[in-house]
């Protein structure tokens, strides 16, 4: 879960990003939360597979603790404005 949560923080959300970053990043924090070992990208996406409820439901409380105790406003929209590339054609982009 801990795995989860910080690369959630870092815009990290496939197994396999997941498991680069652990691999890559000999981040002290990360060390902690994994209690010094490194999980495959299979025991990642099963961890995700059979908990995706858990995870979205303590994203969940997480925001609605943070609206409580007015750390976070939902007064703000963002608006992701990434491009995405199609079929294999270079001038194939949807928005």
């Not at 815009?11 to 010094?36: F, P």
């Not at 007015?70 to 194939?92: P, Q």
Request: hydrophobic share 35%.
């Amino acid at each position: 879960m801990g795995l989860t949560i910080d690369c959630h923080e870092r815009e990290i959300r496939t197994c396999r990003k997941m498991k680069k970053a652990v691999k890559k990043n000999n981040d002290e924090s990360l060390n902690y939360i994994l209690n010094n070992k490194k999980p495959s990208k299979s025991t990642i996406s099963k961890f995700k597979n059979e908990n995706e409820l858990l995870i979205s439901e303590f994203f969940y409380f997480t925001v609605k603790k943070g609206q409580e105790l007015n750390l976070i406003s939902n007064k703000v929209i963002e608006i992701d404005g990434t491009f995405l590339k199609v079929n294999a054609g270079i001038n194939n982009r949807a928005s």
